[in-house]
């Protein structure tokens, strides 16, 4: 049981619009991060929020994109105006953070497809 | 930078075959690395972490082994079944960040 809860799965768009995706972990896990895989490449790191601050967001591509984790719970990735390039599946991970092993575990993702 | 390599990208093998999934990576400075395995249309399954004092790892019929001066991870898979299937990914968390870096997997089928 991965205990990261994401929706919606799918989402369909045109180019232009706004698309805003939500992640929810389990509670008690401080760490919480976004990932997105385009077509045909790897798996590649956006953010990372401990709480709700953002600790790391070195891999957020340009400023459509806006991620927030209120009150240190659930979490949402906004794409305004999403373009076509954002097509893709973005996946969302927690782990508990300091102490632990620090195993990632991982929401089933939602693939974006903008049109 | 950190870059993690996942060779082959298909690999097809027939049931109850012992099988090899291979990965690399150019920056040694690691603190851990993970084997995840994703199925269609799902998410990323963790099957073993290794953390970078530790040699190996086994679970069940999978063993993971690390050899972090050289750069490589192996992924051993013992009596192959069909439902083994799925992607086999690797990723790396460097020494000092939270994030994982991930290679573009092996796609497996086990053939009954």
């Known amino acids: 049981e991965a205990g990261v809860t994401q929706f919606p799965s799918h989402s369909v768009i045109e180019k232009g619009q706004t698309v805003t995706l939500r992640c929810d972990p389990i509670s008690g896990h401080d760490n919480l991060y976004w990932y997105r895989r385009v077509m045909g490449k790897e798996i590649k790191f956006l953010l990372h929020f401990v709480k709700e601050s953002k600790q790391d967001e070195s891999g957020m591509p340009n400023n459509r994109f806006l991620a927030e984790r209120t009150g240190g719970t659930y979490s949402t990735l906004k794409v305004q105006p999403a373009e076509l390039e954002d097509s893709g599946v973005y996946f969302c991970?927690?782990?508990?953070?300091?102490?632990?092993?620090?195993?990632?575990?991982f929401g089933a993702g939602t693939r974006l497809s903008v049109l | 930078k950190q870059e993690v390599t996942q060779i082959p990208a298909a690999l097809s093998v027939p049931e109850g075959e012992n099988l090899v999934l291979n990965c690399s990576f150019t920056d040694s400075a690691i603190y851990n690395l993970q084997w995840f395995r994703q199925d269609p249309g799902k998410g990323l399954t963790s099957l073993l972490l290794i953390q970078s004092s530790q040699r190996e790892q086994t679970s069940g019929r999978l063993n993971a082994s690390l050899d972090k001066s050289s750069g490589r991870s192996t992924l051993y898979i013992a009596a192959s079944q069909p439902g083994d299937s799925a992607t086999y990914l690797c990723a790396v968390r460097k020494t000092g960040a939270n994030n994982l870096f991930f290679g573009t997997g092996t796609r497996l089928t086990v053939i009954p």
């Open positions: 991970a927690r782990d508990r953070g300091r102490g632990t092993k620090n195993i990632q575990y």
